[in-house]
C-alpha cells in the first residue's frame, strides 16, 4: 500500500469504477452501449445493466467493499447513504455476492423523512433513487458509492442533482445551436465545466468538544476578540503548520484514491483558515466532487485530532470562509468557450457568449443571489471580506472598453492599432489577463473563466451552477432564434451586441465593492440589494423566475414552491437552534461562572476594607461593570425565552422567518455581544469556554 501510496498516477482513481475499468471489465458490446447512452441521453436497457452491475460488484469486491449504497443530495445540502451487503442467499446455509441491474439503477428511500416542502406528506413517504451513471461510481470505507439522483414517487424532484442534469442538457443543446451558427460543424457536446475553491477552519478537537456552540451550530455564538488576528497578514500563503501540513498530505490522498483532482492547497487570510482547490471538470461530477471532499475534509481532520469547520463565519472578527465557484463552457474537443481567441471567428462567437452571459445575471439577478442565502451566508456577504449582496459582473477594464465601443458605434483600437468592427472576418485578437483582478467583486471574468464568490463554504455548488447553465441556456436560446432566421449574418450580430450590451450595462461594474459609494451607485442603476436571505427567498417563486425552470423543464412551479418553503424552514430551525443553544451555555455556564467571579470580588472588596481600611476601587469598579452586564445578560434571556415559546411554527412560511429574523436573531445578537463583553473583563480562571485567541492559535 505504501508503494501505491508514493506513485500518485497509479493512486489516483485507484478506488474509482471508471472508464478505463469499464473498458477492462465489460464486454465490448457493453461498453460500446453504454458509451452510446451516455451521448445519447437515453436510458439503459436492463440486460445491460445487469452486465454492469456484475462487473462493478467484481471490482468493488476485489478492493475491500461488502456492501453497496445509492449515493444521493436531498434538500439538506449535505449527502445521503443507505447501505445494502452484496450477500444474497444461496440454499443451505451459504450465500453469494451479488448486486442486480434492478440495484444497481433503482433503489428506495423514504421521502417524507427529507426536506420537501410539502410534496411528501407522511402517508406519502416512498420516493426512489436512480443510477447516474454519468458520474462515476467508487468505493470508499469498504463499500461502493453509486451517485443517483432523488425522486419522489410520483416523479417531483427532491435532490439537488436532477435540476443539474437537466440545465447541463439544455445548455448543451443551445450552445450547439450557436456553434453551428459561427461554422462549427465538428463540436457534439457542450459541457459546463466548474472549478470550487473550499476554505475551511481547523481547530483543536479538545477545544471544539468544549463549545456546545460549535458542536450544534457549527460556528460561534460569543467570543471576544483576540488582541491579535489577521492585522498582519501574516497568515495568507505562509508557512504551513506541521500538523497541518500533515493533515493536507493525507486528505490529498484520500482524495486522490475516489479520484476528486485535488490541486492547490495554501493557508488562507485568518488564523487557522486555510483553502483547497481542484482542477476544472464537468459540473456534475464537480459537484459530487466537492460533496465528497467536504466530508473528507472532516473525516481526516478527525485522524489528527482537528475538527474541520465549514461554516461561513465561525469565527466573528475575522475572514469567513466562502467557496468560490469557477464556471466556463467547453467543447467535447476541449475548447474553451470562454476564452477570447485568437481568430477573428473566435471572438465574435466569444463576444456573443459574453453578451448571453451580462444579459442572463442582469435579468436573473435576485435569482443569482437568492441560490447562495441561507443562515450562515448571512454573516459573511456584504462585509469586507466577501462580496456585496448585490450581484454585479467584472470584465477588466480592456473588455469593458470594447462593449463601450460597441454600445457608442465608435472605432476601437487594440495593442496592434486594428480597427474593431463586429465581424465573424474582420475582429481582431482579445487578448488575455490585460486587467488587475477584482477580489471585490461577486463575479468576475477572469481570463476564460468567470468566477462566482458569492456562495458560502458549506453550501453545495448544484444551485449556483443550475442557475448559471439555466439563465444562459435561455439566453442562447433566444440568440440562436434571431440569428437563424438572419439573412445577414454580420450585420445582425453587429445589432443583437449593440443592443444587449446597452440594455445590460448597468451589470457591469470595475470598481471597489466595498465602497459605500457603490450602494448609492448600484441603486441608481436599479439593481437589487438582498442584504440577507429573507429578503432574498420570495426570488425562488417569483414568476419570471418560474418561468424560466418551468419552460425548460428544469423544475416546475411546484418544486420551486417547494424548494421556497424548505429554505425558509431551515432559516427558521437554524435561528431556533442557535438561539436555544446560545440560551443553554449563558444561563447555565456563562451566568454562574461570572457570578462566582464577582463574588470573588465582593470578598476581595471587604476583605480590604476590614483588614487594610482600603477602598478597593479597581475590585469595586469591576464589579459595578459586571454587576451591570450580568443584569443585562440575565434580561436578555428571560426576552429570549419568551421571544422563542411565541415564536411560529418553523414551517410558517415568510412570514415565520421574518419573524424568526426580527425577534429571535435580534435578541440573540443582543445577548452575544453582552456575553463577549463579559469574557474579556473575567477572570480567565473563571471563564468556562475557550477563547478566540486559544482555538485560533492552538492548531
Same mark, same amino acid.
Given at each position: 500500500m505504501e508503494k501505491t501510496k508514493n506513485n500518485i498516477p497509479e493512486l489516483f482513481g485507484s478506488m474509482?469504477?471508471?472508464?478505463?475499468?469499464?473498458?477492462?471489465?465489460?464486454?465490448?458490446?457493453?461498453?460500446?452501449?453504454?458509451?452510446?447512452?451516455?451521448?445519447?441521453?437515453?436510458?439503459?436497457?436492463?440486460?445491460?445493466?445487469?452486465?454492469?452491475?456484475?462487473?462493478?460488484?467484481?471490482?468493488?469486491?476485489?478492493?475491500?467493499?461488502?456492501?453497496?449504497?445509492?449515493?444521493?443530495?436531498?434538500?439538506?445540502?449535505?449527502?445521503?447513504?443507505?447501505?445494502?451487503?452484496?450477500?444474497?442467499?444461496?440454499?443451505?446455509?451459504?450465500?453469494?455476492?451479488?448486486?442486480?441491474?434492478?440495484?444497481?439503477?433503482?433503489?428506495?428511500?423514504?421521502?417524507?423523512?427529507?426536506?420537501?416542502?410539502?410534496?411528501?406528506?407522511?402517508?406519502?413517504?416512498?420516493?426512489?433513487?436512480?443510477?447516474?451513471?454519468?458520474?462515476?461510481?467508487?468505493?470508499?470505507?469498504?463499500?461502493?458509492?453509486?451517485?443517483?439522483?432523488?425522486?419522489?414517487?410520483?416523479? /417531483?424532484? @427532491?435532490? $439537488?442533482?436532477?435540476?443539474?442534469?437537466?440545465?447541463?442538457? +439544455? !445548455?448543451? =443543446?443551445?450552445?450547439?445551436?450557436?456553434?453551428?451558427?459561427?461554422?462549427?460543424?465538428?463540436?457534439?457536446?457542450?459541457?459546463?465545466?466548474?472549478?470550487?475553491?473550499?476554505?475551511?477552519?481547523?481547530?483543536?478537537?479538545?477545544?471544539?468538544?468544549?463549545?456546545?456552540?460549535?458542536?450544534?451550530?457549527?460556528?460561534?455564538?460569543?467570543?471576544?476578540?483576540?488582541?491579535?488576528?489577521?492585522?498582519?497578514?501574516?497568515?495568507?500563503?505562509?508557512?504551513?503548520?506541521?500538523?497541518?501540513?500533515?493533515?493536507?498530505?493525507?486528505?490529498?490522498?484520500?482524495?486522490?484514491?475516489?479520484?476528486?483532482?485535488?490541486?492547490?492547497?495554501?493557508?488562507?487570510?485568518?488564523?487557522?483558515?486555510?483553502?483547497?482547490?481542484?482542477?476544472?471538470?464537468?459540473?456534475?461530477?464537480?459537484?459530487?466532487?466537492?460533496?465528497?471532499?467536504? /466530508?473528507? @475534509?472532516? $473525516?481526516?481532520?478527525?485522524?489528527?485530532?482537528?475538527?474541520? +469547520? !465549514?461554516? =461561513?463565519k465561525p469565527f466573528a472578527g475575522v475572514n469567513g470562509s466562502g467557496k468560490h465557484n469557477n464556471w466556463s463552457l467547453s467543447t467535447d474537443q476541449g475548447e474553451n468557450l470562454l476564452k477570447p481567441g485568437q481568430t477573428p471567428s473566435q471572438n465574435a462567437q466569444f463576444l456573443l457568449l459574453l453578451a448571453a452571459f451580462i444579459k442572463g445575471v442582469d435579468e436573473y439577478q435576485e435569482l443569482l443571489r437568492c441560490c447562495v442565502a441561507y443562515p450562515g451566508n448571512d454573516h459573511r456577504l456584504g462585509g469586507n471580506e466577501a462580496p456585496p449582496a448585490i450581484v454585479s459582473i467584472f470584465l477588466g477594464d480592456e473588455l469593458t472598453a470594447i462593449l463601450e465601443s460597441i454600445i457608442a458605434g465608435r472605432d476601437y483600437v487594440d495593442v496592434t492599432k486594428k480597427k474593431l468592427e463586429i465581424g465573424v472576418d474582420t475582429m481582431p485578437e482579445i487578448p488575455q489577463d490585460t486587467t488587475d483582478r477584482n477580489r471585490t467583486s461577486p463575479l468576475a471574468f477572469t481570463g476564460n473563466k468567470f468566477e462566482f464568490r458569492m456562495l458560502g463554504s458549506s453550501q453545495s455548488i448544484a444551485s449556483p451552477n443550475v442557475v448559471f447553465n439555466t439563465m444562459m441556456a435561455e439566453e442562447l436560446s433566444r440568440f440562436a432564434d434571431i440569428l437563424e432566421k438572419s439573412k445577414n449574418f454580420r450585420e445582425d450580430l453587429q445589432t443583437l451586441l449593440h443592443d444587449t450590451f446597452k440594455a445590460h450595462q448597468r451589470i457591469i461594474f470595475n470598481g471597489n465593492g466595498y465602497d459605500e459609494a457603490w450602494v448609492q451607485e448600484a441603486e441608481k442603476r436599479g439593481l437589487s440589494n438582498l442584504r440577507e436571505t429573507v429578503e432574498c427567498m420570495p426570488a425562488y417563486v417569483d414568476p419570471k423566475n418560474v418561468e424560466l425552470f418551468a419552460k425548460h423543464g428544469i423544475l416546475t412551479e411546484q418544486e420551486l414552491h417547494a424548494r421556497y418553503e424548505i429554505h425558509l424552514e431551515n432559516y427558521c430551525k437554524v435561528t431556533a437552534i442557535e438561539a436555544n443553544t446560545l440560551l443553554t451555555m449563558a444561563l447555565r455556564k456563562i451566568l454562574p461562572a461570572v457570578l462566582q467571579y464577582s463574588d470573588t470580588l465582593a470578598k476581595t472588596i471587604l476583605h480590604k476594607r476590614e483588614t487594610y481600611v482600603a477602598s478597593g476601587k479597581a475590585e469595586e469598579a469591576m464589579l459595578k461593570h459586571i454587576s451591570q452586564l450580568s443584569d443585562q445578560l440575565y434580561e436578555l434571556c428571560v426576552a429570549l425565552k419568551k421571544e422563542l415559546d411565541s415564536a411560529p411554527a418553523a414551517d410558517g412560511g415568510i412570514e415565520a422567518a421574518r419573524y424568526y429574523r426580527d425577534q429571535i436573531r435580534s435578541c440573540q445578537d443582543q445577548i452575544s455581544a453582552v456575553v463577549s463583553e463579559l469574557e474579556s473583563c473575567t477572570d480567565a480562571k473563571c471563564w468556562p469556554y475557550p477563547t478566540y485567541a486559544e482555538m485560533l492559535f492552538s492548531v
Open positions: 474509482v469504477f471508471n472508464d478505463e475499468q469499464m473498458r477492462q471489465r465489460l464486454p465490448e458490446s457493453v461498453y460500446t452501449a453504454l458509451q452510446q447512452c451516455l451521448i445519447q441521453g437515453t436510458s439503459l436497457d436492463r440486460a445491460i445493466a445487469t452486465e454492469i452491475a456484475a462487473a462493478m460488484k467484481d471490482w468493488a469486491i476485489e478492493r475491500g467493499a461488502t456492501h453497496y449504497t445509492h449515493w444521493f443530495q436531498p434538500m439538506t445540502g449535505f449527502t445521503a447513504e443507505k447501505h445494502d451487503s452484496f450477500i444474497a442467499p444461496a440454499g443451505k446455509g451459504k450465500i453469494i455476492m451479488e448486486l442486480s441491474g434492478k440495484e444497481l439503477s433503482q433503489g428506495e428511500a423514504d421521502a417524507s423523512s427529507f426536506p420537501s416542502g410539502g410534496l411528501r406528506a407522511t402517508f406519502e413517504a416512498r420516493g426512489y433513487t436512480a443510477w447516474d451513471p454519468t458520474s462515476y461510481a467508487f468505493v470508499k470505507d469498504r463499500t461502493l458509492y453509486i451517485p443517483t439522483i432523488f425522486c419522489s414517487y410520483s416523479g /417531483e424532484t @427532491l435532490d $439537488k442533482k436532477t435540476p443539474l442534469l437537466r440545465s447541463m442538457k +439544455l !445548455l448543451d =443543446e443551445q450552445c450547439i445551436r450557436i456553434l453551428r451558427l459561427f461554422g462549427n460543424t465538428e463540436a457534439r457536446h457542450v459541457v459546463p465545466q466548474v472549478g470550487p475553491e473550499q476554505e475551511y477552519f481547523l481547530v483543536d478537537k479538545k477545544l471544539y468538544q468544549q463549545r456546545e456552540d460549535l458542536t450544534f451550530c457549527g460556528r460561534t455564538l460569543f467570543g471576544a476578540k483576540p488582541p491579535k488576528g489577521q492585522e498582519l497578514d501574516d497568515h495568507y500563503y505562509g508557512a504551513i503548520k506541521p500538523r497541518v501540513a500533515a493533515f493536507m498530505h493525507e486528505l490529498d490522498h484520500e482524495l486522490w484514491k475516489v479520484g476528486v483532482l485535488a490541486k492547490t492547497e495554501h493557508n488562507e487570510a485568518a488564523p487557522a483558515q486555510h483553502e483547497i482547490a481542484p482542477v476544472y471538470t464537468d459540473a456534475n461530477t464537480a459537484c459530487d466532487h466537492n460533496q465528497l471532499a467536504m /466530508e473528507l @475534509l472532516k $473525516k481526516v481532520a478527525d485522524r489528527f485530532d482537528l475538527v474541520c +469547520l !465549514l461554516h =461561513e
